[in-house]
């Protein structure tokens, strides 16, 4: 999923404080925009994530629905498992299974195409 920088833990970057005491005022100023760079960073890296955590909630969601579908549809059908599938009946409609385009992170699920 892309390239994620690893931050250390919360308690390492408490480890990093720095002591402002015998600082000059520009070595202060300096060390106080560091730690904003810093904190900016991670909080970009925090929007990321989130954004990265919703899109796979999004992909979970729209999998679960199609399982959900597709196991209504199996359900329905009679006789299911009793034969093993014909081969006339596979070649006889090659172009029978429909493919649905979930996500870039997923690609195509294919099922079957079934009269409702």
């Known amino acids: ?6 931050t250390p833990p919360a308690f390492a970057l408490a480890a ?42 999004e992909e979970n969601s729209v999998l679960k629905d199609y399982l959900k579908n597709l196991m209504a549809k199996v359900s329905s059908m009679s006789k299911l498992g009793t034969a093993p599938p014909s081969r006339v009946k596979v070649q006889h409609d090659p172009d029978g299974a429909v ?12 099922a079957p195409a079934m009269d409702d």
């Open 1 to 6: 999923f892309g390239s994620r920088v690893r």
């Open 16 to 57: 990093m404080a720095v002591s402002f005491d015998g600082m000059s005022k520009e070595d202060m100023m300096q060390k106080v925009i560091e730690m904003q760079q810093g904190l900016a960073k991670l909080s970009k890296q925090v929007d990321t994530v989130k954004g990265e955590n919703t899109q796979l909630q």
């Open 99 to 110: 493919s649905v385009k979930v996500s870039d992170h997923i690609g195509e699920l294919t």
